[in-house]
């Protein structure tokens, strides 16, 4: 079994950055893949961010250059780091994570993130 304790969502102006970080316990050897995924009131879950491991980041085309994602696979942890937030980016923000071959894959509690004008 796998945990994923998300942290640093909140209130923030458009123009404004945040910091995402998720960290999982349990039985975290052979990751995959860790990300960030986001839920918008009325609209369906959708990718952010992803990084596998020895592979180069996945970004939806509406964060990037404004969105980083760094990984530490090792100690299985992923943070977000989110700049020039925009209104639209407005939503939960859920950690995953990914195991090859099995096809485990868990997701976090989510953080609550809010742009506001």
């Known amino acids: 079994q796998v945990q994923l304790v998300e942290s640093g969502g909140g209130l923030v102006q458009a123009g404004g950055s945040l910091r995402l970080s998720c960290a999982a316990s349990?039985?975290?050897?052979?990751?995959?893949?860790m990300g960030w995924y986001r839920q918008a009131p009325g609209k369906e879950r959708e990718l952010v961010a992803s990084?596998?491991?020895?592979?180069?980041?996945n970004y939806a085309d509406s964060v990037k250059g404004r969105c980083t994602i760094s990984s530490d696979f090792a100690k299985a942890t992923v943070d977000l780091q989110m700049n020039s937030l925009k209104l639209e980016d407005t939503g939960v923000y859920y950690c995953?994570?990914?195991?090859w071959g099995s096809g485990r894959e868990y997701w976090g509690q989510g953080t609550q993130v809010t742009v506001a004008s």
């Open positions: 349990g039985s975290i050897s052979s990751i995959h893949l």
């Open positions: 995953r994570v990914y195991f």
């Open positions: 990084v596998t491991g020895g592979s180069a980041a």
